[in-house]
């Protein structure tokens, strides 16, 4: 694989605003309890959490900051964490737009649509509620949002700022329908809020705009290496690249499918047939070339696809491209569904598939929040009961009120409002923000932010492996491995106490395992 991001040359927004410096954080108090996280190494300037490194591994400072190893982590008994790094004197000010002595202005924009999770949209498909499920408010989401504004402000090094977020209501929709729209939001978030990065960056479109504008910008997104290599060193995201995610997912099965027979579907799949393969996708431009990378596994494996589907996400033709979708895949008798999809066009496949009685085997790239109890507890439970998945997302983190994310939030108000349950998605982005400012050291830019990221010596909990240089090559997504999940409808959740549950070994795999915990034999 190459290497995902080029070198980018040295470039400055820098504003004129400056205000007497904060002091910095030192190291903090204990979050949990204490674990020992194995060093990776990929840098010589990377190192393991809790030990000491000399020169302090931090991209630049002025020449009148003072930056220093102090001892163990800076955030005990967090797995994840960097080195704890002490700071005194000046940190240069306004290095960069959005960045003053005392503040690091970020941006949260409100789509028209409302900034509607995953969970939800599902929800308004499906016409179903469950309150377990949908309880939070927008309201209460942002709530839960600052209170880890708070967290992160105190237990990092930022050098004497804080960062402060700022949030208002875009112009654009969440799909990012209207190109204008979208360009007058970049705008605002660069011209006249002037902020150093965006938080919740709702789509590619805004990505790119964003970047366009110079800002830092994190997301969710899925996009391929072409897109954030253009992007560099602007756009970051949670979701592992769509190429890795082909490329893993190709490599399962064109190792452990091929030549395998059929072992887990239902009705009209008997096991024992000859397999035979499509691989559907949505049909967004990065997506095609990662559904390419799938398709390209399958052929090397000496099976190719029996056909391919690239479909629209369009709600005006959503329906009608699901029902000619399934009609297909029936025609051309696949057995193996490998689906790069969003949550809502495996919904409505799945609703095609149970009304024509049709129930093959399924094998998911993980993508967008898809890979977890609730969304999968919408979805109709005969069709979803013959689902596995390769992913790289973190649905197995644990129990709601037991994860890191979770006492993170809370730690900042104990008695306080109520925590959402998508506490550690919003705790995980603002994670990806505070490594790279502290790590970017007192002279913030989005170059030294970038510098600061690949220089992370990583961390494994309960969402498991991440870092951002892997094997060599920098990337924009701290995810690369990947577990193998599979549902089971008679089990209840851990996660939300509903009917229904993805299964795991707890394995976390860099290369395919052999033989597979669900494939091709059933669950092993």
Known sequence: MAVLVPTVAPERDVITNTTAASPGAGAATALGPTVTVPGTSATATQHAAGGSVTPVAVASAPPSARVANCSGPQVPGDPYSPPCISFSGANGGATSRGVTANQIVITYMNPTDGSESTDQGIEAVTGSYNSV????????????????????????????????????????????????????DAINVAQTIGAFGEINTTSLAYANALTSQHVVNFSDLYADEPTYVANAPYSWSLGPDCTEIGQDVGAVAGKDLVGQPTSFGGTAVPNGEHRRFAVVYDDLPYLTSCAQDATAALKAAGQPPTTTIGYSTNVDVATATAQSTVQQLINDKVTTVICLCDPIGELLFADDMQNDHYQPEWLIG????????????????????????????????????????????????????????????????LYQLAVGIQLAGPDLTPQTYAQGMWSYQGGDGGYGPQIYTYNGTHYVSPTHEYKIQWYNPSIVSQADGAQGAWVSNGTWYATPPDPLPIFPNGPQ
């Open 133 to 184: 499920i949908f309880p939070e408010t927008y309201a209460q989401m942002l709530n839960t949002f600052q209170e880890l504004v708070t967290y992160f402000n105190k237990h990092f090094q930022f050098y004497g700022r804080q960062i402060v977020l700022k949030v208002f209501n875009g112009e654009e929709d969440s799909g990012a329908d209207n190109e204008g729209d979208v360009q007058a």
């Open 366 to 429: 993980g993508v967008v929040g898809e890979e977890t109890d609730d969304i999968a507890q919408e979805m109709p439970q005969a069709i979803w009961a013959h689902v596995a998945m390769a992913t790289s997302e973190e649905s197995l983190a644990g129990r709601y009120g037991s994860t890191i994310g979770y006492f993170a939030a809370k730690s900042e108000d104990p008695n306080g409002a109520l925590i959402v349950n998508e506490v550690d998605v919003l705790y995980q982005r």
